[in-house]
Structure formats: structure tokens, C-alpha cells
């Protein structure tokens, strides 16, 4: 069974760069991109952006500026960096999973809380 | 700036049907632009719900069902049950890799 497992620093100060992992276990990146989405607290989901296994990316236009998502196919893992974070970032994060035939996330990881503090 | 839509609140009594709406602030969602819906409880990851406009995903009841009404993009839940209380999202897929989001709907059965 596939499951996707995520982790990463949880506290950070403004200015600082979020750096979090999601590992995809039980399967491969192979037919599929691997998205980031966050929720503010409160708040709905937004869609961060995505990468596939080749390292072609997509972004939210609204934080493409400050985001980058990588992958290494070695080791079955994909990363958010998110640079110059504010109080605004603060969210949880998750990592999901999207075929490529048919857009949608069909699975997701568990969340990951990033606390700004200014 | 495309913005997908969808009722803040609704609420449903037990054992009714609910058709919760997911559109576009311009234009008219069509199956092209891959609708998909999520539920999700507080503190839980979104479920998958519907994707591809009215594919179920694995393991969810028939009580579920989507289909595009009109313009928008729509979710049907019937025999609504007191577990459904919780909030749904779609997703819209605009092509070149971008997805977004709905603000959600939250639902209440009473």
C-alpha cells in the first residue's frame, strides 16, 4: 500500500526558509506529480505546486516567487522550500499525490504544522 | 485571478440530499477542467471523495455522486448521516499543471 510520509522543521522565524520532505513509500513517482497544498489555520486548502519524477515543476503563480519543489528519484523522496516566510505562511502542510491521466490528488499525507513567529 | 467558487455553509437534515456547487467567478466549469471533490474532519487530511467529475474513489459509498449541473460542478450527497457534518472542498484543474481550490463548503446535518 502506498502511503506518503512527510516531515520537516515546525517552528520557524520570519525570514527564515521552510524546508519540509515527503517520502512515497510502497510505490514510485512513476505516472504521477507530487503536490504541496497548505491550510491555513481556519482557513481552506491551497494548492503550493508540483513536481514530477523527470523534475518538471508547476506553480502557484501567487507564491512561485519565493517556492521551490525538487525531487530525488534515488531515494523516493520530494521537497518544499519556501523562502522568506512571514506569520502569513503559517499553515499546515501537505504533501498529496496527482495521476497524470486524470488530474486530482488521490492520496495524501498526513500534515505537517509550520508556525511562523515574528 | 481565477477564483473557484462554492457555498460557504449548508445544511441538510438526516436521511435528505444536499448538491453542493463548485464554479468559476468567470465562466462555466465543464468536465475539461477535471472537477474533483475532498472532504475533510477537522484535524484529518482531505478524503478524496469524486474525481474526473463523477468517479468515486476507492471506498466511498454511493451516497456520493458528481456531475456537472448547469454551469458548475456539483456533489451530491443523499441519505445524508450525522458523519457527513464536516467540510468539502473542490479542486479545478485550469490546465498547464494549476489546480485550485474552492473555498470550501461547510456542511451541517440537523
Known amino acids: 500500500q502506498v502511503q506518503l510520509q512527510q516531515w520537516g522543521a515546525g517552528l520557524l522565524k520570519s525570514s527564515e526558509t521552510l524546508s519540509l520532505t515527503c517520502a512515497v513509500y510502497g510505490g514510485s513517482f512513476s505516472g504521477y506529480y507530487c503536490s504541496w497544498i497548505r491550510q491555513s489555520p481556519g482557513k481552506g486548502l491551497e494548492w503550493i505546486g508540483e513536481i514530477n519524477r523527470s523534475g518538471s515543476t508547476n506553480y502557484n503563480p501567487s507564491l512561485k516567487s519565493r517556492v521551490t519543489i525538487s525531487v530525488d528519484t534515488s531515494k523516493n523522496q520530494f521537497f518544499l522550500r519556501m523562502s522568506s516566510v512571514t506569520a502569513a505562511d503559517t499553515a499546515v502542510y501537505f504533501c498529496?499525490?496527482?495521476?497524470?491521466?486524470?488530474?486530482?490528488?488521490?492520496?495524501w499525507g498526513r500534515g505537517t504544522l509550520v508556525t511562523v513567529s515574528s | 485571478q481565477t477564483v473557484v467558487t462554492q457555498e460557504p455553509s449548508f445544511s441538510v437534515s438526516p436521511g435528505g440530499t444536499v448538491t453542493l456547487t463548485c464554479g468559476l467567478n468567470s465562466g462555466s466549469v465543464s468536465t475539461t477542467y477535471y472537477p474533483s471533490w475532498y472532504q475533510q474532519t477537522p484535524g484529518q487530511a482531505p478524503r478524496t471523495l469524486i474525481y474526473n467529475t463523477k468517479t468515486r474513489s476507492s471506498g466511498v459509498p454511493d451516497r456520493f455522486s458528481g456531475s456537472i449541473l448547469g454551469n458548475k460542478a456539483a456533489l451530491t450527497i443523499t441519505g445524508a448521516q450525522a458523519d457527513d457534518e464536516c467540510d468539502y472542498y473542490c479542486?479545478?484543474?485550469?490546465?498547464?499543471?494549476?489546480?485550485?481550490f474552492g473555498g470550501g463548503t461547510k456542511l451541517t446535518v440537523l
Open positions: 498529496a499525490r496527482t495521476p497524470v491521466a486524470t488530474p486530482h490528488f488521490d492520496l
Open positions: 479542486v479545478l484543474y485550469m490546465g498547464s499543471g494549476i489546480s485550485v
